[in-house]
């Protein structure tokens, strides 16, 4: 294994770190996961994914959860054309779209798809997997997960690590387009 090469993984993945930071600042300080009242109903309402950076991963297979070790305290947002937001929201609002706060389609009632991506010191390339998580909750500087494997292979643990996540609706609940079509599968990668 080539030195240089994990280099340019760390370089590249602060590239990349750095671009949805770029992303957040442009956006503003976060903007309110809410749609305005004069939104006229054939206008396209936003679908929003959310990133999460943690500096490690724990994972527990028997207990079917996953750790991401002091995960940033800000989750960041961002949707796609032609609504384009970004922004980021604190721990405490990212974990009300888990509730009944989020409306009736929230995320605790309907969990998303993620994709994991974790940086394992001396491997060539990210490890990949999505999964369906649920129940999140903090302890301490974590973030804690319940999974369930979709595709990929978990990791036992890792060093940075980012947590791709599924769209929601502004103002809570699943928006249009949210299910895939057909294959009855959610989330990045599965469009």
């Given at each position: 294994m080539n030195p240089n090469?994990?280099?340019?993984r760390v370089s590249h993945s602060r590239r990349a770190l750095l671009s949805a930071v770029a992303l957040a600042v442009?956006?503003?300080p976060g903007l309110p996961l809410t749609v305005a009242a004069d939104a006229s109903a054939?206008?396209?309402k936003p679908m929003l994914m959310f990133v999460q950076i943690a500096d490690d991963l724990k994972?527990?297979?028997t207990a079917k959860t996953l750790r991401l070790v002091n995960v940033g305290q800000q989750t960041l947002y961002f949707s796609d054309r032609p609504v384009r937001l970004a922004g980021?929201?604190?721990m405490a609002d990212y974990l009300d779209e888990w509730t009944e706060k989020a409306g009736k389609d929230n995320f605790g009632a309907d969990p998303p798809n993620a994709t994991l991506s974790v940086y394992e010191p001396g491997q060539?390339?990210?490890s990949l997997a999505v999964v369906e998580i649920s129940g999140p909750k903090i302890e301490g500087s974590d973030l804690i997960y319940s999974y369930k494997l979709i595709d990929g292979e978990l990791p036992?643990?890792?060093g940075a690590t980012t947590l791709f996540?599924?769209?929601i609706g502004v103002g809570g609940g699943v928006g249009v387009g949210f299910h895939g079509v057909g294959v009855g599968l959610r989330g990045p990668g599965f469009r």
């Open positions: 090469d994990d280099q340019r442009i956006a503003g054939d206008e396209p994972m527990d297979a980021h929201l604190k060539p390339d990210n036992d643990g890792g996540i599924d769209w």
